[in-house]
Every structure is written in C-alpha cells, then in structure tokens.
C-alpha cells in the first residue's frame, strides 16, 4: 500500500509539473503582453508632438511659449542690433528647460543664444571662478554680461535681474564692440 502511495504521487506530479510550467509560461506571456500595450499606451499619451514654434515678425514671443517655461524670455530688439545682424525667426527652438535660437550676422556667421533659469549668485560666481577665469564684464539693461572663453569657445554668459540666464556662444572672430551693441539690446518679451 505504502508502495502504491508513493507511486501515485510519482506518476502524478510530473503531470503537475508539466501543467503548471505551462500555465507558468501561458501567464507569463499574458502579463507580458498586457505590460507591453500598456506602456505603448502610456509613452502615447506622453509623448507629444511640439508644433514648431517661430518668433513672429514683431518680434514678440507666444503667450503660450512664454507659460511653457518657469523663466522670462529674452531676445534682442532688432532696431537695437548692429547693421548687419539679424534674429533668425525661424530658430527658435524650446524645452521645458530651455530656449535657443540665433542670430545671423556677416555671411555664415551667427550668435547662440540659450535663454534658462537662473542659478544662484554662489553657483554663477562659481561658474565664472573654475569655468571663466578670464573675463571682462559689461553692464547691459538687463543685467551684467561676462565675455569670455570656455574650452577655446567664446563665450558670453548673462545673468538677468530677473529669473533668466543668457547663455551665447560667440564665433571666435566677432567684433567685440559689435558684440557689445547686441548686448545692449537684449530685452524681456
């Protein structure tokens, strides 16, 4: 009897065991599945297209691109800029981070302008001690610009007195007092 028992319990548990591990893989699809369509479900809904946005020809910034950065835009007023430098209105490009766009001057050339928050003083003081050792500064109406080189790249970096950080990469040969005019005219939309 004790024989048969044991037996039994041999002949049935392989059975048990192939069921299960098929049930195991059959739910292990499923779950799979389920996760897959949920997560391309999710990544739709998140993911969204931005239309691409220009400066108009005023050139005044969207009241909707302005509420989609925690930061005042700035750009330059273009009866204020240089004869010859021109804001592209085709260049603006956004995140929730930051705003780029250029401004073309000469024949190829052109000024990077990333407009972000802020950071603190200590942090900007330290950015120009380790970063920007060598550097002049000049007062604009916005606040004090820093003109200097990062890596051989020139480089100007404007904290407003407001809420917002120009960030603008310089070609190597741009006329510094020309630089110093667009400078000047920087203004909050």
Do not use: C
């Not at 802020?118 to 550097?135: G, Q, V, W």
């Not at 200097?148 to 190597?172: D, H, Q, R, Y």
Request: aromatic content about 8%; overall charge positive.
């Amino acid at each position: 009897m004790i024989r048969q028992i044991s037996y039994s319990i041999r002949d049935r548990s392989p059975r048990k065991i192939r069921r299960s591990s098929k049930n195991k893989w059959f739910f292990i699809f499923i779950a799979s599945l389920i996760i897959i369509i949920s997560l391309n479900i999710y990544g739709y809904r998140k993911i969204k297209v931005r239309p691409k946005v220009t400066i108009s020809s005023v050139p005044e910034i969207s009241q909707s691109l302005k509420q989609s950065v925690p930061f005042d835009i700035y750009y330059p007023d273009q009866n204020k800029l240089p004869k010859g430098y021109v804001l592209d209105k085709n260049s603006l490009s956004t995140s929730k981070h930051a705003v780029v766009y250029t401004i073309k001057f000469e024949s190829n050339k052109k000024l990077v302008v990333t407009v972000q928050a802020k950071s603190s003083d200590k942090d900007i003081s330290d950015f120009y001690a380790h970063t920007m050792p060598l550097h002049i500064d000049v007062n604009t109406p916005i606040g004090k610009a820093t003109i200097g080189a990062i890596n051989l790249k020139n480089v100007v970096s404007l904290p407003t007195k407001t809420n917002s950080w120009l960030i603008i990469s310089v070609p190597a040969d741009t006329n510094q007092d020309q630089l110093k005019n667009v400078l000047q005219s920087f203004k909050k939309n």
